[in-house]
């Protein structure tokens, strides 16, 4: 199990019914299964070749009847509703994509690899509740996991939908680090040869940058 995965199930909480939309291995799946977090499963993935994979994996579990393996498009072919569903390791246009031709599920983990403010943004449009939202990091690769529920509604600024909520008030460290990194970054284009806009928009996005590191930088030390 890879640190990514670690870290994804160890937010999983105990359900009745839940379902994995593009389970690839089935990892996760078989987390739960196995940890006794969920009578019974949904392994979806659109890839027929893919789910292979995680049907080998869990072989057992499909045979009790506790695991069943669906070929579909996100949310879609799911025989009744799922207490939780996960969705980790697509880009966050293609999550926004799954949860909006459905109601949201009742509760969700939602591991965008990218683009994770169209994720928020989407949530609090649809009245979602965030409950944690927040950086984690494996092997020098950042990632988000957002926590949610489909009812209670979020109030989010325009700065916590761009970087998250848990990641402004200095409850990942692994967000630091990543800002960080985009500072670094940032100041290395400000060196090379580049006409007055681009180094006009440079100059706010390390601005930005620099305002963040500061401020959660002083909620991590007086914490």
């Known amino acids: 199990m890879t640190e990514r995965i670690a870290s994804i199930v160890a937010m999983l909480p105990a359900c009745r019914v839940f379902a994995d939309i593009g389970c690839d291995h089935g990892y996760m799946t078989q987390y739960m299964l196995r940890h006794g977090l969920c ?3 949904y392994l979806s993935d659109i890839s027929a070749k893919s789910l292979e994979k995680a049907k080998k994996l869990l072989a ?5 009847g506790r695991c069943i393996p669906i070929v579909a ?6 025989p009744e509703p799922c207490d939780f569903v996960l969705i980790a390791g697509m880009g966050g246009e293609e999550i926004v994509s799954i949860l909006e031709k459905f109601p949201l599920p009742p509760h969700f983990l939602l591991q965008p690899m990218k683009n994770s403010e169209k994720v928020r943004r989407y949530l609090v449009s649809a009245g979602a509740r965030i409950e944690r939202d927040f950086t984690f990091s494996e092997a020098n690769r950042y990632y988000d996991a957002i926590l949610g529920a489909a009812m209670g509604g979020s109030d989010y600024s325009e700065r916590e939908l761009k970087y998250g909520r848990d990641n402004l008030s200095g409850k990942s460290v692994p967000f630091l680090m990543q800002m960080r990194e985009e500072l670094a970054k940032t100041q290395a284009r400000l060196a090379e040869n580049l006409g007055p806009s681009s180094r006009e928009k440079l ?3 390390m601005r930005e940058y620099e305002e963040i590191i500061h401020e959660v930088e002083g909620i991590i ?3």
């Open 221 to 223: 030390r007086n914490d």
């Open 39 to 41: 009578e019974r499963a």
């Open 60 to 64: 057992e579990e499909i045979a009790a």
């Open 73 to 78: 498009d996100g949310l879609e072919g799911l």
């Open 203 to 205: 100059g706010r996005r």
